[in-house]
């Protein structure tokens, strides 16, 4: 069984110290529709490149979960029907020669063991809502409890219940920094009701707090939410619209589990015709970029 395949590039850089940002696939076989998923995967990736930071788009391929793909890699991840992974699927996938679209919680894990340190996705899971009647909790929020990375994401979705989310990522001791906001931001929107303890103006900064956090001993995620560009957002209102158009059709197909967050972001596609896919791409592309400086400036003090 390999344990891990690193791609040469991930590998090359990882030895010498070069920056890496991890790339989670579950956003692109079940969060984004084909076949914009796969021309988004290779853009995340090139504007890595083009920032000097060694992409390490992650996912499981016939049993061997892969750090960095290749052109072939992308494009399975993008077009074959892969299952959706995240921790506890991984060994199942291992010994069974499957392979899966690895979750934030999965991407995170097994970036982690790779040694990479940054990782861009678009949204956290976090805490459904209704999940003191059914306990759906995405395992992204116990993992970043147990892993070392920081995860820049531009908030959960306003389809999560965001106050329960926040909770318990202050029960695992996971920071919570704003970029150059202290308004925890809702994915599509700039904002939340909720406000952060904690802020930081910029890349450096984020990686000054790594520092201090592996200093401490601390073994927990960080989250940085980096709100979505103001022209970039999506309108208020249509938001709202479509949102409750979108929990009631889930409610009437009878949707349940790991198929509801799919199922929701595909419905809100349909119903926003196409609005929310493009602010998802922007807001995804301008995590990318920002994780890719975060990588810069860990790499500078590391180094
Ligand atoms: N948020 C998004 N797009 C996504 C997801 C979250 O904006 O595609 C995916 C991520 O891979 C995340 C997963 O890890 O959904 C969470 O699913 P669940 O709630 O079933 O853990
Ligand atoms: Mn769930």
Same mark, same amino acid.
């Given at each position: 069984?390999?344990?891990?395949? =690193?791609?040469?590039?991930?590998?090359?850089?990882?030895?010498?110290?070069?920056?890496?940002?991890?790339?989670?696939?579950?956003? @692109?076989?079940?969060? %984004?529709?084909?076949?914009?998923?796969?021309?988004?995967?290779?853009?995340?990736?090139? %504007? /890595?490149?083009?920032?000097?930071?060694?992409?390490?788009? !992650?996912?499981?391929?016939?049993?061997?979960?892969? !750090?960095? =793909?290749?052109?072939?890699?992308?494009?399975?991840?993008?077009?074959?029907?892969?299952?959706?992974?995240?921790?506890?699927?991984?060994? !199942?996938?291992?010994?069974?020669?499957?392979?899966?679209?690895?979750?934030?919680?999965?991407?995170?894990?097994?970036?982690?063991?790779?040694? @990479?340190?940054?990782?861009?996705?678009?949204?956290?899971?976090?805490?459904?809502?209704?999940?003191?009647?059914?306990?759906?909790?995405?395992?992204?929020?116990?993992?970043?409890?147990?892993?070392?990375?920081?995860?820049?994401?531009?908030?959960?979705?306003?389809?999560?219940?965001?106050?329960?989310?926040?909770?318990? =990522?202050?029960?695992?001791?996971?920071?919570? $920094?704003?970029?150059?906001?202290?308004?925890?931001?809702?994915?599509?929107?700039?904002?939340?009701?909720?406000?952060?303890?904690?802020?930081?103006?910029?890349?450096?900064?984020?990686?000054?707090?790594?520092?201090?956090?592996? #200093?401490?001993?601390?073994?927990?995620?960080?989250?940085?939410?980096?709100?979505?560009?103001?022209?970039?957002?999506?309108?208020?209102?249509?938001?709202?619209?479509? /949102?409750?158009?979108?929990? #009631?059709?889930?409610?009437?197909?009878?949707?349940?589990?790991?198929?509801?967050?799919?199922? =929701?972001?595909?419905? !809100?596609?349909?119903?926003?015709?196409?609005?929310?896919?493009?602010?998802? /791409?922007?807001?995804?592309?301008?995590?990318?970029?920002?994780?890719?400086? $975060?990588?810069?400036?860990?790499?500078?003090?590391?180094?």
């Amino acid at each position: 069984m390999t344990l891990l395949h =690193l791609s040469p590039d991930v590998e090359a850089a990882l030895a010498a110290g070069r920056p890496v940002v991890a790339l989670e696939s579950t956003i @692109i076989s079940h969060g %984004l529709p084909r076949p914009r998923n796969h021309e988004a995967a290779l853009e995340f990736e090139q %504007l /890595l490149r083009d920032q000097g930071v060694t992409p390490a788009t !992650i996912a499981v391929l016939d049993g061997v979960p892969q !750090i960095g =793909l290749d052109a072939d890699g992308v494009r399975r991840i993008a077009e074959e029907d892969l299952a959706k992974a995240s921790v506890r699927d991984l060994p !199942i996938l291992a010994a069974r020669n499957a392979s899966g679209a690895t979750t934030v919680a999965a991407t995170a894990h097994l970036a982690a063991m790779a040694g @990479i340190r940054v990782f861009a996705t678009g949204g956290l899971g976090g805490v459904h809502r209704g999940a003191s009647e059914t306990f759906d909790e995405s395992a992204d929020l116990s993992t970043l409890a147990v892993t070392p990375i920081t995860v820049v994401s531009a908030g959960v979705k306003s389809v999560l219940d965001i106050a329960a989310t926040l909770e318990r =990522l202050e029960t695992y001791s996971v920071p919570v $920094i704003g970029l150059g906001t202290t308004v925890f931001p809702s994915f599509w929107l700039r904002e939340s009701a909720f406000t952060l303890d904690w802020s930081v103006e910029s890349p450096a900064d984020v990686a000054a707090v790594m520092v201090a956090h592996d #200093a401490l001993g601390h073994r927990q995620g960080i989250v940085v939410a980096n709100p979505v560009p103001a022209d970039q957002a999506w309108e208020r209102e249509e938001h709202e619209r479509v /949102l409750n158009e979108a929990f #009631a059709a889930a409610e009437r197909a009878g949707v349940t589990g790991k198929a509801v967050t799919p199922f =929701l972001l595909g419905t !809100i596609v349909e119903l926003s015709g196409g609005r929310s896919l493009e602010v998802n /791409l922007d807001l995804a592309r301008n995590n990318v970029r920002v994780a890719g400086e $975060i990588a810069r400036a860990w790499a500078a003090q590391a180094g």
